[in-house]
């Protein structure tokens, strides 16, 4: 049909009349498949069609794309309008690329040469069409090939206002999804200088792309914060009518004024004192605004008004350097806490979050505790009542901590489930930082496992009965509570696991008392027995083995519980073990011995609090969290063999640690029991049996354990779990809700021994249970041992396999599993954590050497090298247990630079050693690693490099 000037494309129009028409999806079809095959014969049978006629049927296809349909045809046409000088061709050409054509395309080259075409012309529309392209697409070719030139056209003079914000904003795309590919230079200093543009729309595009430019490199655009300042400035004191084109409801490019404090959160605050007192000016102004009345009734103006100011607060915060503008902030913020609006509430309580943690508002936003209290109680939205709950924890020292605790203790009753555990968390932290009398420490938390038990996490009763071993003043206060505690008709399980653990260490203290006697404090805990699970009966039998030590006069009474068949014959095979153990030791060890193996608990050392680390996980970044890692310094860490921290275990694994020294001073007790596999703690023998490891807070667990709680939803994967083993010999190695596969080895110059552990977590019996491990036996050569073919329910089974290193290897052996559970057949395929880094040895090694051996190591094919960026905050008493964890020997006083780490070992192995030097150096400021690995042999360095990278 020929193009009639004036007249729209009628062709589409009843196109799309007839296909809103139709009256069924078959009819729709029927009449699509119809129009198709018409387009078709177009572009292939009418060599005369003029521009006019391919733009509608690229549009008409265009349109069957966006009903759903598949297009494979028209490319090429839509291609061809990128080639007309017309805009609306051009238009429809450059807008089917963007939705149609993928990153991938044949046509990409193509259609690149157009975009360069036109952004070589003249005209300013076709440019901007260009750049709108580039930024729809952003395919790394398209950044690759055209890069360079778009930050030359939003620098050049001769660039229209138009294009350059497209420029602008093209760019900002294109720093996003392939950031390598643009080369920073002079432009950079040029853009900066856009914000003195006279053209609004130029600096509110300048600004985005100014604010991503300094997040990836801060210095390079500091020159943009006395422009920042000077630009709003002239928006914060200019009245509605100076910006009447930018005014969004009387107020003032409130989307510019928005970036420009971003921008400047970006920067510490301003050295010269003029830029700094007229930043001060304008957020004075804004906060002078806040307290105006509005200047209109509708939201849009409120909620532009507000926008403005509570990004000037977050600068201010930002800032931390002034006392006035932090306390006027605090007092504007307060005044909202009372406001109609939820979404101004909420973002209230949560900017005052920040505040709290300032010395300088810190008082100011005490003042509003009643406020926040109260909101706490009788807001209806549960993410206002959790910021509410944040900023009483923020905001809580130990001057308000007895009234906030009580506050919160008394909302947790009825508080929502899904905040209920960051709530104890929170309770939890709070009562043990700021608390002035550790008897109030042990009410607390006695009242928070009364009032919320099934979300008081291992972590938190683990810690009371920490300090309470700790602290000789509170031992007695402690027992004599939890006995009181444990009369309740109705108790917790964590209730009773705490009165089992403090009655069982420090009962004696309360004993002399007729209504705490022996007898009475053992009735009371063996009343509770029944009705606990496996974990918490194994603990209470742990308590009363404690108790004939504590009271001799219990021998026979406590004799006959663990002779009793539920006991010895219970179907658990570690309350089976236990009873058995227990009633022997009791029958067979002397006073000297029973009163050595079960002497009291020695006090813990100092760790990190765990509880802390819980909740930022579940929280992320809180506030307050700086001063809390400054003043928190608790004692909770996990027990296995090695010491590994809690991180690498587990959380059914937890307990709390004792000290090494108890195991100093038992060797009798270790003796008597067999022991050989590490320290042992005073609270209670552990198995005689080398085949269990099953854990109670009692007994040292071994991370091959097989536990009977589940793990939780957060089970590390496979490949994480293998990762761990890198720097680690015992952990967990795999589990799922049937089977937890445990790995306990050792290794010694070419010869390992490792031990796998397979639990069996179900109530069903695992038949045909056969593992079989493969392996390159050119390289590492491994004997394994047979295992029964059943695994009965509940029940572990244990497997040893030797490994001789016969020359380095890449690949670890694997592990294939195959077992039939409930008759399905199951199987399973793990990498055993048998790598060649376990055949390190140490090497010490003196400057002179280490360098006179470094050199030697320099052909390029002994070398291997890695940049990398830092999985965690780079932490340098993090990293040096990795690297002798990892097996080579840390070389203090070595490199010149003291930041660096410097370390050697030998690769052990039958066919001859494998000497290694390593070398790692740290970024602090771009968190990153480059890790240098030298070796006589490429591969193993190569090898080594890649290991050894997955561990920072």
Known sequence: ?????????????????????????????????????????????????????????????????????????????????????????????????????????????????????????????????????????????????????????????????????????????????????????????????????????????????????????????????????????????????????????????????????????????????????????????????????????????????????????????????????????????????????????????????????????????????????????????????????????????????????????????????????????????????????????????????????????????????????????????????????????????????????????????????????????????HSKFHLCSITTRGLLLSSYIKFINLFPEMKAVIQDVLKNDNQLRNADAELQQRAVEYLQLSSVASPDVLATVLEEMPPFPERESSILAKLKKKKGTIAGAETEEKDVKVKLTVINTVGESSSDVPTNLMAPEPNVTAAVQAPVSADLLGIDTGPTPAAAPPAATGGSFLVDVFETPSASAVSNQTLGDDLPSNEENYNRFITKHNGVLFENDQLQIGVKSEFKMSLGRVGLFYGNKTSYQFMNFVPSVSGDSSKCMIQSQPVNGVVEAGAQVQQVINVECLDSFEDSPLLSLNYTYCSIPQSISLKLPIIVNKFFAPTEMNAQDFFSRWKQLSNPNQEAQKIFKAQLPIDKEVNKPKITGFGMSLLEGVDPNPDNYVGAGIIHTKNGQIGCLMRLEPNLQAQMYRLTLRTSRESVSKNICDLMSTQF
């Open 1 to 525: 049909m020929p193009a009639v000037k004036g007249e729209g494309m009628r062709g589409l129009a009843v196109f799309i009349s007839d296909i809103r028409n139709c009256k069924s999806k078959e009819a729709e079809i029927k009449r699509i498949n119809k129009e198709l095959a018409n387009i078709r014969s177009k572009f292939k049978g009418d060599k005369t069609l003029d521009g006019y006629q391919k733009k509608k049927y690229v549009c008409k296809l265009l349109f069957i794309f966006l009903l759903g349909h598949d297009i494979d045809f028209g490319h090429m046409e839509a291609v061809n309008l990128l080639s007309s000088n017309k805009y609306t061709e051009k238009q429809i050409g450059y807008l089917f690329i963007s939705v149609l054509v993928s990153e991938n395309s044949d046509l990409m080259k193509l259609i690149v040469q157009n975009i360069k075409n036109d952004l070589m012309s003249r005209n300013s529309v076709h440019i901007c069409l260009a750049l709108h392209c580039i930024a729809n697409i952003g395919s790394k070719d398209m950044s690759e090939a055209l890069g360079n030139e778009i930050p030359k056209l939003l620098v050049s003079a001769d660039t229209l206002d138009t294009v350059k914000q497209s420029a602008s904003l093209c760019l900002l795309r294109l720093l996003r999804t392939s950031p390598e590919c643009i080369e920073p230079g002079e432009w950079i200093n040029r853009t900066v200088h856009l914000l003195n543009d006279q053209h609004m729309g130029v600096v509110t595009a300048a600004t985005s792309l100014i604010h991503e430019l300094a997040g990836r490199n801060a210095d390079e655009c500091k020159g943009c914060v006395s422009l920042a300042v000077s630009r709003l400035s002239r928006i914060v004191t200019s009245s509605y009518t100076d910006l009447q084109d930018y005014t969004y409801y009387f107020v003032p490019a409130p989307w510019l004024s928005v970036k420009l404090l971003r921008l400047l959160q970006c920067y510490a605050p301003p050295e010269d004192a003029a830029v700094r007192g007229r930043l001060n000016e304008c957020l004075e102004t804004i906060l002078n605004k806040a307290q105006e009345p509005p200047k209109s009734k509708k939201v849009q103006h409120s909620n532009a008004k507000n926008s403005v100011l509570f990004e000037a607060i977050n600068l201010i915060i930002h800032h931390d350097s002034e006392p006035n503008l932090l306390v006027r902030a605090c007092n504007q913020l307060g005044q909202f806490l009372q406001h109609r609006e939820t979404n101004l509430r909420y973002l209230a309580l949560e900017s005052m979050c920040l505040l709290a943690s300032s010395e300088f508002s810190r008082e100011a936003v005490k003042k509003h505790q009643e406020t926040v209290i109260t909101a706490l109680k009788t807001e209806r939205d549960v993410s206002v009542r959790q910021r509410a709950v944040d900023l009483l924890y923020a905001m809580c020292d130990r001057g308000n901590v007895e009234e906030i605790v009580s506050e919160m203790l008394s909302y947790l009753e009825t508080a929502d489930y899904s905040i209920r555990e960051e709530m104890v968390l929170k309770v939890a932290i709070l009562a043990e930082k700021f608390a002035s009398d550790y008897n109030w420490y042990v009410d607390t938390i006695l009242n928070l496992i009364r009032i919320a038990g099934d979300y008081v996490s291992e972590e938190v009763w683990y810690r009371v009965i920490q300090i309470v071993i700790n602290r000789d003043d509170v031992q007695g206060y402690a027992a004599k509570t939890v006995f009181e505690a444990l009369q309740a008709p109705a108790c917790h399980e964590n209730m009773v696991k705490v009165g089992g653990y403090i009655m069982g260490e420090f009962g004696n203290l309360i004993a002399g008392d007729p209504r705490s006697s022996p007898h009475i404090q053992f009735d009371l805990l």
